[in-house]
Antibody
Framework: EVQLLESGGGLVQPGGSLRLSCAAS????????MGWVRQAPGKGLEWVSV????????YYADSVKGRFTISRDNSKNTLFLQMNSLRAEDTAVYYC?????????????WGQGTLVTVSS | QSVLTQPPSASGTPGQRVTISCSGS????????VSWYQQLPGTAPKLLIY???QRPSGVPDRFSGSKSGTSASLAISGLQSEDEADYHC???????????FGGGTKLTVL
């Protein structure tokens, strides 16, 4: 059974940093691209970033480019999102998701999400 | 980041067929496949449709997807109370080099 378990969320002040982790199990982690998608309270989904299976290629939404860094440790089946220079508008539930291999917009498994709150 | 355009709400009665639209442009829906997600209240999104019209195993055939040009649609036939949820479309955008999501459509079963 595929499982994705996010951790690392919490309350942080504007300008602060936070590192999210996503522990994966139930599939060959190193064979799949992985992504982060967020959802602000009461709002729709917003794609944040994706990393290729090897970690060689990364893409970011314009809203987080230069502030967030996605990475992965295939030896530990773990995905990361380093978030710096956090802003109030980054407040959201952050989901990690496994990308289906055949479609760039297709994420077939999602974690339960971790809440990040940016506030003073 | 711009979004794909969905109606904010839709509704239907049990047994009815409802459709939800998703409008984009040539750089996203017009040149890449569309995915649809169902999000029940308080839960993570669930993949409903991929590659415009394909259903993952376990998704009932009451759910179907279609695409024409720069627009896509999700149809739900034989509407059931448990279909009450938010529905999101998504597509890769070649210009932005990222995934775009629609704003989401809240489906109410009357």
């Amino acid at each position: 059974e595929v499982q994705l378990l996010e951790s690392g969320g919490g309350l942080v002040q504007p300008g602060g940093s936070l590192r999210l982790s996503c522990a994966a199990s139930g599939f060959t982690f190193s064979s799949y691209a992985m992504g982060w998608v967020r959802q602000a309270p009461g709002k729709g989904l917003e794609w944040v970033s994706v990393i290729s299976s090897s970690g060689d290629n990364t893409y970011y939404a314009d809203s987080v480019k230069g502030r967030f860094t996605i990475s992965r440790d295939n030896s530990k089946n773990t995905l990361f999102l380093q978030m710096n220079s956090l802003r109030a508008e980054d407040t959201a539930v952050y989901y990690c998701a496994k990308r289906w291999s055949s479609s760039a917009s297709c994420y077939d498994y999602w974690g339960q999400g971790t809440l990040v709150t940016v506030s003073s | 980041q711009s979004v794909l355009t969905q109606p904010p709400s839709a509704s239907g009665t049990p047994g009815q067929r409802v459709t939800i639209s998703c409008s984009g442009s040539s750089s996203n829906i017009g040149s890449n496949t569309v995915s649809w997600y169902q999000q029940l209240p308080g839960t993570a999104p669930k993949l409903l449709i991929y590659s415009d019209n394909q259903r993952p195993s376990g998704v009932p055939d009451r759910f179907s997807g279609s695409k024409s040009g720069t627009s896509a649609s999700l149809a739900i036939s034989g509407l059931q109370s448990e279909d009450e949820a938010d529905y999101h479309c998504a597509a890769w955008d070649d210009t932005l080099r990222g995934v775009l999501f629609g704003g989401g459509t809240k489906l109410t079963v009357l």
